[in-house]
């Protein structure tokens, strides 16, 4: 008998709560994050719902140097420049993935791509406690992903108030219909619905697009992973989903701006 395959997520997940056990909360911290969310205010807010509301098709442009299924994805990686080619390609917006041990992502590219663009800026990372969040907005992130898979209970919807305190926009992730049950079921107004399942990495294109179908219209539904190249975004706009995640693909492009622009020219 063939043994099942490792929970990804399970595993990233045990990984990022050993890390928050090993490294105390610095002091001050939530302080901190309140400072930054009202200098945000004062400076204006670059909103990811607005980007995404724009008629036509909208790319999340993303910025993540691995991938624990398909290893190393762009050589060399640099995310500032990344973004810029994002930008010019006609991206709404660009998602930086933080995760330092399956993802090799560094909390540091946030501010860096924030500064170097004009577009909102969604940090992807494992968010499990209201810390992280805190941390998030003293990077400067405009927007958080939050998961709903890894999220039990009332979790979910303590960790989008503290994101709504903070003035963070919350990209909320579902994978499948029990999740996205859990999160109509909270004020969210972004709802990502993964194509990819972070157990096992398999990728679902056309569940993920009956499962976005179900989103109601007076909410923002974004189809993440899945998308490799144009005739995937045609295929999912038939079904009515206009909004996308897209990384692998542009990461492996040679001309990443071409590329967006590629997308987004979809009809």
Partial sequence: MTAPAPDILARITEAVLGRLAREPAPA???AR???SAGARRRD?????EQALATPGIRVVAECKRRSPSQGWLRQPFEPVALARAY???????ISVVTE?????GQAAWVPAVRR????PVLQKDFLLAPRQLFEAAILGADAVLLIARILPGPLLGEML???NGLGLEALVEA???RDLDRILATAARLVGVNARDLGSFDVDPEAAAATAGRVPHDRTVVMESGVRGPDDVRAAARRGVRRFLVGEHLLRSADPAAAVEELVACT
């Fill in 28 to 30: 001050g911290l939530e």
């Fill in 33 to 35: 994050a309140r400072e």
């Fill in 44 to 48: 204006g807010r670059r909103s990811l």
């Fill in 87 to 93: 930008e010019a390609g006609g991206a709404a917006a």
């Fill in 100 to 104: 330092p041990d399956f993802f090799a």
């Fill in 116 to 119: 170097a663009v004009t577009l």
């Fill in 161 to 163: 108030a503290v994101a």
């Fill in 175 to 177: 994978y499948d219909d």
